[in-house]
């Protein structure tokens, strides 16, 4: 059975669409046919950040107005076979999709793909009720930081009024070394404090700003072994998460930290 899981967040800029790529990536790799979408109408990326953008021909407003077939608005990913793009549409207003119109695409899709999920736009309004009433699962992405955990709980409480099968919380950003001086929270704090189980954490890394190089197949720095897990547990349950503090937990680590907190 196809599985619809939303990614979403409340607060902008904490790693929706990345948490979608590269999960989306991960699942392919591991055998699954999965089609992400773009739920952010208007203000879309999805496409952009996987590389796609040029070979957009038709979006999800054409396939609902009539023009093309759903078949002909899907984009193959550049390297992953069994991983496909639902391009949104830039020269349309959020409010040109229906809920109903979103979840028709969404169910039509469902026939032929083992995953489906949906990159969720930022905040709360119609845009969330229309990506998240389409899903029967939500991955909700947090950073650290107390504004980013407090819209986390905020969309929390909305999913709640939701029927959804199952809700897990993606820790983004998080900095081991931070975590161990008690600066930064850790992911068990974060959990405990919204009552959600945590599904992964992607610690911080500054390769992932390199997209496009990394879809190259090069070196894709630290995270890439986080998102894996993440992939591995959304498709197992094992509940394998990354422990981003293990590297600073060595005895020549614990004296550089020490020696960086002198300073
Ligand atoms: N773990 C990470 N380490 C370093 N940079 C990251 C990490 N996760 C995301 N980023 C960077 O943060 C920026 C925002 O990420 P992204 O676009 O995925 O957020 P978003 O939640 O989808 O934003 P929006 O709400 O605008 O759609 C991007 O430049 C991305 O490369
Ligand atoms: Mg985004």
């Not at 119109?101 to 995953?115: I, K, T």
Request: contains cysteine; aromatic residues 6%; neutral net charge.
């Amino acid at each position: 059975m196809c599985r619809k899981i939303v990614v979403t967040s409340g607060k902008g800029g904490v790693g929706k669409t990345t948490v979608t790529t590269k999960l989306g990536i991960n699942l392919s790799k591991m055998g699954r046919k999965v089609v992400l979408i773009d739920g952010d109408v208007g203000l879309n990326n999805l496409d952009v950040v996987m590389g796609v953008e040029n070979k957009v021909v038709y979006d999800m407003c054409d396939v609902l107005s009539g023009k093309c077939r759903i078949k002909q608005a899907l984009i193959p990913d550049l390297y992953e076979k069994s991983l496909f793009v639902l391009p949104s549409a830039h020269a349309y207003e959020s409010d040109d999709i229906s809920p109903q119109g979103f979840r028709a695409l969404v169910d039509a899709l469902s026939e032929d793909f083992d995953y489906i999920i949906i990159d969720c736009p930022a905040g709360i309004e119609g845009g969330f009720h229309r990506a998240v009433s389409s899903a029967t699962e939500a991955l909700v992405v947090t950073t650290p930081h107390i504004s980013s955990v407090r819209d986390a709980d905020k969309v929390l409480s909305l999913l709640s009024t939701y029927n959804m099968i199952d809700i897990g919380l993606v820790v983004n950003r998080l900095r081991g070394d931070l975590v161990i001086s008690g600066e930064m929270m850790s992911e068990g704090d974060i959990s405990r404090l919204l009552r959600c189980k945590p599904m992964g954490v992607i610690p911080e890394d500054d390769l992932l700003l390199q997209s496009q190089a990394d879809r190259a197949g090069r070196n894709s720095g630290c995270s890439a072994i986080a998102f894996n897990l993440l992939a591995d547990n959304i498709e197992n349950g094992n509940k394998r998460i990354y422990d981003c503090t293990a590297r600073f937990r060595g005895f020549f680590s614990k004296i550089k930290l020490m020696m960086r907190n002198k300073v």
